[in-house]
């Protein structure tokens, strides 16, 4: 899913670069119609960020956004310096429908825990800020400027206990720079958490970046500034990227059976149950497993497609050409 975002200042649609407030942009836009455009353009979901309240929670801009509820159908998920329960419990009374939780959860596991067993993991979407710290995405707070010194796969590992659907993951180094998405982050994500909804955001800024995003296996990504600055439009970029969950969901398949190759070339069966159980049932390993690497991965991904779902396989012939050629490169 590609979702627009709109962050807000006193009623007005800014973007700020790396998060700074004295880096701001204003744009000269009125933010319920802006809403209402995205939506009759396609939008599946709108993202809006608060930045007063997450300034101060007593300066929440509730009515702005209520408004911008009202006006449109397309459901809306906003954050920005939710702290408490009732903040949470406020913004879902006034019709958005999912509250984007992130520092308050980090600094408070169980706080979020909470969150997601309370309202359900439809209506909460966790933010995780990090920084690319010897190459490790560690998570920071309080608006960027601290670190937390919890890792990123460690917190989503916790927060999937709890049933956690949708993560909002920022790389800091890139937001509002329009210098293109941190990829190598996006698609490890969609390795280690294929189930998981995560919504790449920061530095998108032409449509090749949006391409480069979805080839790799991301399932969501917002964009901001490129909408805003006349990148290119909602529209185009909806057009790269339809909403197929089987088809982003077979490109991580892909990517995760790239990291299982060395084992298969010699003879490991031992790392494929996994795949059938993914399926959802106990399906035997195919007797095409072995020894050959690129052959032996291609059978086996056609028998797993099969027994997935009987309408991908008219894809077959078109899904084995594309595999073998963009995506398993050895």
Known sequence: MLIPALDLIDGQIVRLKQGDFNEKTVFDLDPVARVTEYASQGAALI????????????????????????????????????RTYEDVSSLLNAGVKRVVV??????DPEFGH???????????????????????PEVAIHGWLENSEHG??????????????????????????????????????????????V???????????????????????????????????????????PEDW?????????????CLAPGLQHGCRSALPCWTADAGHDAAVPDCIMPSCGQTIMRFTRCWLKELSPALTCAMAWSSREFSLRTMKW
């Not at 993991?121 to 490790?136: F, K, N, Q, S």
């Not at 790799?216 to 006349?230: E, K, Q």
């Not at 969901?249 to 059976?257: A, G, K, N």
């Open 47 to 82: 993202h809006i960020v608060d930045l007063d309240g997450a300034r101060d929670p007593a300066c929440r801009q509730l009515e702005l956004i209520s408004r911008m509820v009202k006006a449109t159908e397309c459901p809306i998920q906003t954050g920005g310096g939710i």
């Open 102 to 107: 992130g520092s308050a959860a980090v600094k």
């Open 114 to 136: 909470r969150l997601l067993r309370d309202f359900g993991p439809e209506a909460i979407c966790l933010a995780l800020d990090v920084r690319i710290i010897d190459g490790r």
């Open 152 to 197: 990123l796969y460690e917190l989503l590992e916790d927060f999937s206990r709890s049933g956690l659907r949708h993560v909002l993951v920022t790389d800091i180094s890139r937001d509002g720079m329009m210098q293109g998405a941190n990829n190598s982050l996006y698609e490890q994500l969609a390795v280690r958490f294929p189930d998981l909804d």
């Open 199 to 241: 919504i790449a955001s920061g530095g998108i800024s032409s449509l090749d970046d949006i391409k480069a995003l979805r080839a790799l296996g991301a399932r969501s990504a917002v964009l901001g500034r490129s909408l805003l600055s006349g990148a290119f439009t909602l529209p185009e970029a909806l057009a790269l990227w």
């Open 246 to 258: 089987p088809a982003a969901r077979l490109h991580s398949c892909c990517l995760q059976l790239r």
